[in-house]
């Protein structure tokens, strides 16, 4: 892993980049972007991140922008709020979260924060102390990694299993935990693998974290955005198994991640975290932090009350039927299979078969050379820690992603070894 990490940036085109030890999925993508030609005359398709703000039948619904520009022009909303976030905000989010709960979560539970990347960034801070280890899933989301490194938290990796629907191995969570592990981290429905986790299995994982005497932290960001036979259960369903801490956001399914409107939940009924010290201690993190800009905020309430189902019922409808496009011509291409076709989320992981090709080393290599030849974006498996797999996102306008699906396709024939010569 560290040796791959080593030469990743040190794409196709041959040249050595300054490497870092992390880097983001934006940082990737920039780089792939620049790989592109400058004579390419084409459209570049991007399948490498989940913003699909973009695309016209990924609009957010008028009901959020306009209790948006109602908070904005009434003026009231132009000085700071508390750090912890707007009482009226936290309150709302509680109610929105405890729909789906056995137990009903309070406003001090809550606290607002600047899109889900910062509620990540707050429960690894919180956690961290000298010697500390922190379980996270592999394939996973690289801002644990690079939240973790900061905070001089220590990452031991246990493997989702693609022949298990991307389940946890729960024996090797078992194993990599010793007395100094502070929490696990799950991401459901999952990102990069597009799995959604039965209530069976999240019954597990919070079995197993009770015994290990650790927390889970619930990355539920895409929380609601499953498409496939299982329905999206909360981890807070299990909260009075083991304290669970709920972190999530407006950003995918009100496809809107520029308001940077996240939270921070402690779904934690037995009370772990009101203790006098952890309240303290999570209320300075907010006070040197800040949250999202209050008028944002302030829209939460009406924002939550009055999206209809319709405009999440439409996002599911074309995440289902973008994901059955993905994995339909996933099955055209012969050096890439998908495992588990996607349940829920934006994204899924392909396996990538170098085998077939004559002159591709690995996944990074396939994605240079993809972009550079095609304008295609897509990002190598080894940025979320599965080397010569591939992560595509799905929430691409159906067009864009048949005709990078070809591109895909062309790619692959000029590269087999059955490629004939001209
Ligand atoms: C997008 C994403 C985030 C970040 O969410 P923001 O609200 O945009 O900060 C966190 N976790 C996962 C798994 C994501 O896919």
């Not at 980049?17 to 920039?30: A, C, D, L, R, Y």
């Amino acid at each position: 892993m560290e040796n791959g990490r080593k030469n990743w940036v040190n794409g196709a085109n041959g040249q050595e980049h300054e490497t870092p030890s992390n880097i983001t999925i934006k940082g990737i993508i920039g780089l792939l972007v620049a790989n592109i030609d400058a004579d390419e005359k084409r459209r570049v398709i991007s399948l490498g991140m989940g913003d699909p703000s973009a695309y016209s039948c990924f609009h957010t619904t008028p009901v959020a922008e306009e209790a948006v520009v109602h908070t904005l022009q009434s003026q009231k909303f132009n000085g700071y709020a508390p750090t912890v976030g707007l009482p009226q905000t936290r309150l709302a989010i509680a109610n929105y979260l405890s729909r789906n709960l056995p137990y009903k979560l309070s406003p001090d539970d809550v606290y607002v924060t600047s899109g889900c990347t910062q509620a990540i960034d707050v429960s690894l801070s919180i956690l961290s102390r000298p010697g500390a280890n922190i379980l996270l899933p592999r394939p996973g989301f690289p801002i644990y990694e690079l939240c973790a490194a900061f905070r001089q938290l220590e990452v031991r990796n246990f493997n989702l299993l693609p022949e298990k629907s991307w389940e946890v191995d729960i024996d090797a969570v078992e194993a990599l935990a010793d007395h100094n592990t502070v929490a696990m981290v799950i991401i459901n429905p999952g990102n990069p693998c597009g799995n959604v986790y039965s209530y069976q299995h999240l019954k597990k994982i919070a079995e197993i974290a009770k015994k290990l005497k650790i927390l889970v932290i619930a990355d539920e960001v895409y929380g609601h955005l499953a498409f496939g036979d299982k329905p999206f259960v909360p981890m807070g369903v299990f909260g009075t198994v083991v304290p669970v801490l709920t972190l999530g956001s407006l950003s995918k399914r009100w496809i809107v991640p520029g308001w940077r409107l996240g939270w921070f939940v402690t779904t934690d009924p037995t009370g772990n975290f009101k203790h006098p010290k952890m309240v303290e201690r999570i209320k300075k993190i907010f006070d040197i932090c800040g949250g999202p800009a209050t008028f944002i905020q302030a829209a939460v309430p009406n924002i939550f009350e009055q999206t209809e189902d319709v405009f999440f019922k439409k996002t599911i409808n074309i995440l289902k039927q973008t994901s059955d496009i993905c994995s339909d011509l996933i099955k055209d291409i012969p050096c890439i299979t998908c495992p588990h076709k996607p349940e829920g989320s934006m994204a899924v992981m392909v396996k990538l078969n170098l085998s077939l090709l004559k002159d591709i080393s690995d996944d990074i290599d396939f994605c240079f050379k993809l972009a550079k030849e095609e304008s295609v974006i897509i990002l190598p498996g080894l940025a979320v820690g599965l080397k010569n797999w591939l992560r595509i996102t799905f929430a691409v306008e159906p067009s864009s992603l048949e005709e990078a699906f070809g591109r895909i396709k062309c790619f692959y024939q000029r590269h087999s070894h059955q490629q004939k010569e001209h």
